[in-house]
């Protein structure tokens, strides 16, 4: 059974940081990807980043590239999402994703991860 666990949102002042942190259980590590989304309520799920089990190639979304930087451990079974020069509008609920074997579709699309953490809530003030 494949356990997705966020943490680490919070409240921080517009310009700040915070590091997401989502551990990992029972998932296997295949030529796939993990990611990070977010969501407020009555807008639908975004992708926010995104990198490949290998490590290596991430991908972002334009309104993150440059500010957030996600890394994965794999030692640790851990997927973080550092976020830089935070704005008002990057306040959601962020989660965690993994695809599986039989995943398709691009790095933002929802539809492609089969497992899903409960999330975590960042607020951003102004």
């Known amino acids: 059974q494949v356990l997705l666990v966020e943490s680490g949102g919070g409240s921080p002042q517009a310009g700040g940081s915070l590091r997401l942190s989502c551990a990992a259980s029972?998932?296997?590590?295949?030529?796939?990807?993990m990611g990070w989304f977010r969501q407020v309520p009555g807008k639908e799920r975004e992708g926010v980043a995104s990198?490949?089990?290998?490590?290596?190639?991430?991908y972002y979304a334009d309104s993150v590239k440059g500010r957030f930087a996600i890394a994965l451990d794999k030692a640790k079974n851990t997927l973080y999402l550092q976020l830089y020069s935070l704005r008002p509008e990057d306040s959601a609920m962020y989660y965690c994703a993994a695809d599986s074997a039989r995943s398709g579709g691009p790095w933002y699309a929802v539809g492609r991860y089969t497992y899903w953490g409960r999330g975590t809530q960042v607020t951003v003030s102004s």
């Open positions: 990198i490949n089990n290998g490590g290596i190639l991430t």
């Open positions: 029972g998932y296997t590590y295949g030529a796939g990807c």
